[in-house]
């Protein structure tokens, strides 16, 4: 393999036959390479030569082999696979389906981790849990443990407030259970989880009114600003996500011009709408940097650079897996 080791740094392109002898034998492949590896077949989905799909099913097939330095890399791959690859793009019982499948291979591998994998790996589960596991879900929440049978509390603070999100955001009722979270050992963490969880409500009045208070000077401090702003877009709601990539085009200008620097970025990284992979919307980021290109705002140059990368890119994954 080349670069086999890291001793020194290229581009690795594999063609297809190769694509497919590493996606059958990862475990012939030593820790060091094989972590090397991933980063390859992550990278020619962007060249559209390996497909998001067949991402997942590699890590389907070879999780339960991997340490726990790659996991990161893996998952965060994943999150961005279902984000922004398949979003909006294949049916919702596909989706679904695909997300079961995933889950089942991350339960499996919770059970044989060690403490520090083990929260890495229950994130993601919490993350990308199907429909089917919401009642499993509110299990974590309530008993902090992975099963019935199971007597260790492994569910921290911080993993109870992602499931109750996931449990709100898949419209089930969970006033009392947020209630009951609240009443819990009340800190620091409650206060920022709270924002989190009133930007993460289906309302769209609701979702509304916290936009516009995103664009009152003063109104907010920035690690609160950060925390809220996070969790507004209901990425399985693209109606309500066009509403706000919409308005986000219509006042990014302005909060470039009138807010601080640090602000600003949350605002554009937090609530950019490439996720949605809208061709208007590469051309609205077009449109900005060519007017602002040859100016001194250079932070927003660069994020629009960057959008409009990360979008370009998008739009030719999406379009080559509707190919396949």
Not at 180 to 187: G, I, L, T, W
Not at 210 to 218: F, K, N, Q, V
Not at 264 to 277: A, C, E, I, K, Q
Not at 282 to 305: E, G, I, M, P, R
């Amino acid at each position: 393999m080349v670069n086999a080791n890291n001793k020194g740094y290229c581009r690795s392109i594999l063609d297809r036959r190769s694509l497919d002898f590493f996606r059958k034998n990862m475990d012939k492949i030593d820790m060091l390479n094989r972590t090397y590896l991933w980063r390859i077949m992550a990278d020619h989905i962007n060249l559209l030569t390996f497909t998001p799909l067949e991402f997942l099913e590699l890590v389907r097939d070879w999780l339960s082999i991997e340490h726990e330095q790659i996991l990161p890399f893996i998952l965060a791959k994943v999150s961005s696979i279902f984000t922004n690859d398949l979003a909006n793009l294949a049916d919702a019982g596909a989706l679904e389906s695909e997300k079961e499948k995933l889950s089942e291979v991350l339960l499996a591998k919770i059970k044989t981790a060690d403490a520090s994998a083990r929260c890495i790996l229950l994130d993601a589960y919490i993350q990308f849990a199907p429909s089917s596991k919401l009642d499993h879900l509110k299990h974590l929440a309530t008993k902090e443990t992975l099963s019935e049978e199971s007597k260790e509390q492994i569910v921290n603070k911080i993993q109870r407030y992602a499931c109750l999100r996931r449990l709100l955001k898949s419209n089930q009722d969970v006033d009392e259970l947020i209630k009951a979270e609240f009443a819990r050992e009340y800190s620091a963490i409650d206060d920022q989880e709270k924002l989190k969880i009133d930007a993460s409500s289906l309302d769209t009045a609701k979702k509304q009114k916290l936009w516009d208070s995103y664009l009152e000077r003063e109104q907010w401090k920035q690690q609160a600003f950060m925390a809220s702003s996070a969790h507004l877009l209901n990425k399985g709601d693209r109606k309500q996500c066009e509403l706000f990539a919409d308005q986000f085009f219509e006042k990014v200008e302005h909060v470039e011009d009138s807010f601080h620097r640090d602000y600003f970025l949350n605002f554009f990284n937090n609530l950019n709408p490439s996720f949605l992979g809208r061709e208007e919307d590469l051309a609205k980021f077009q449109a900005l940097l060519t007017k602002y290109a040859s100016t001194d705002k250079t932070l927003f140059v660069k994020l629009l650079k960057e959008e409009i990368d990360r979008l370009e890119r998008n739009i030719a994954i999406k379009a080559a897996t509707k190919a396949n």
